[in-house]
C-alpha cells in the first residue's frame, strides 16, 4: 500500500464545531486531492493542489477549506460543521509529472459524522 | 463535461470464474487516462489497471485485464480466475482530475 496516511480514521463531533482532517504522504508527490465519497456513492473531487502554496476547488462545491503548505501535507478544516457534512472524506497523491495523468493513491479515509 | 457510467450497481461471480465489469464514459479530449480502482470493505482505495487512450493494446495486469473500446467510449474490465479476495466496489474513472463511475459491488462465491 501507498505512504498515505488520514487522520482521524472516524470523527463523531457535534454541529458547530471547527475540525481539521489531516493527509499526509511520504512520496514527495506534487499533487494532492480531496474526495468525498457518500457510502456506497461515487466518489467527488472537492479539492485539489499541484504544489506548495497551490489549491483549486474541484466540482463538487463544498464548504471546507484547504492549504498545501508543505509537499507532504495537505489538511482540509471545516470552520462549522454541520450534519450535511456527514461522508468519508478520502485524500489522494499524485506524482504529477508534467502532461497528463498520472495514478493516485489513496489514504484510508475519515469517516465524519457530525450530529 | 467529462462522463463515466458504470450501469451495473452489483455483480457476482463464482469463484475460480470469470467475470466482466462494465463502463462507458464521454469525454472530447483526444489524450487521456482510463483507470479501475478496487475498495475493499473498510480498506484502502487501489489501482487495479489503467490505461492510455494512445496505445491500442489493452492493458493486462496478472488476472485482470481490459478491453478498451476508444470509438465506442467502452472500457470494461475483466476478471479472470476470481479469488474471495476480489470482493469488493469496483470504480472506474477518467482522467485527469480523476471523474468516478458509481461503482459496481462485486461479489465472490466460493
Known amino acids: 500500500e501507498a505512504d498515505i496516511y488520514q487522520t482521524p480514521r472516524y470523527l463523531v463531533i457535534g454541529t458547530g464545531k471547527k475540525i481539521t482532517l489531516e493527509c499526509s504522504q511520504t512520496?514527495?508527490?506534487?499533487?494532492m486531492y480531496w474526495y468525498q465519497q457518500d457510502p456506497g456513492m461515487e466518489l467527488h473531487l472537492i479539492h485539489y493542489?499541484?504544489?506548495?502554496?497551490?489549491?483549486e476547488k474541484g466540482d463538487l462545491s463544498s464548504e471546507s477549506t484547504v492549504s498545501r503548505i508543505r509537499t507532504e501535507h495537505f489538511p482540509l478544516t471545516l470552520e462549522s460543521a454541520r450534519p450535511s457534512h456527514t461522508s468519508q472524506y478520502l485524500c489522494?497523491?499524485?506524482?504529477?509529472?508534467?502532461?497528463?495523468?498520472?495514478?493516485?493513491?489513496f489514504g484510508p479515509g475519515t469517516r465524519l459524522t457530525v450530529l | 463535461a467529462q462522463t463515466v457510467t458504470q450501469s451495473q450497481p452489483e455483480m457476482s461471480v463464482q469463484e475460480a470464474e470469470t467475470v466482466t465489469l462494465s463502463c462507458t464514459y464521454d469525454?472530447?479530449?483526444?489524450?487521456?487516462?482510463l483507470f479501475w480502482y478496487k475498495q475493499p470493505p473498510s480498506r484502502q482505495m487501489i489501482l487495479v489497471i489503467r490505461?492510455?487512450?494512445?496505445?491500442?493494446q489493452n492493458a493486462t495486469e496478472n488476472r485482470f485485464s481490459v478491453n478498451f473500446q476508444k470509438a465506442a467510449k467502452s472500457f470494461s474490465l475483466k476478471i479472470s480466475d476470481s479469488q474471495l479476495g476480489d470482493a469488493a466496489m469496483y470504480f472506474c474513472?477518467?482522467?485527469?482530475?480523476?471523474?468516478f463511475g458509481t461503482g459496481t459491488r462485486l461479489q465472490v462465491f466460493p
Open positions: 490505461q492510455e487512450a494512445y496505445k491500442q
Open positions: 469525454t472530447s479530449e483526444s489524450d487521456y487516462y
Open positions: 489522494a497523491s499524485s506524482v504529477g509529472l508534467a502532461g497528463h495523468t498520472d495514478t493516485q493513491y
Open positions: 512520496m514527495g508527490h506534487d499533487k
Open positions: 493542489s499541484y504544489g506548495v502554496n497551490s489549491t
Open positions: 474513472a477518467l482522467s485527469d482530475k480523476l471523474i
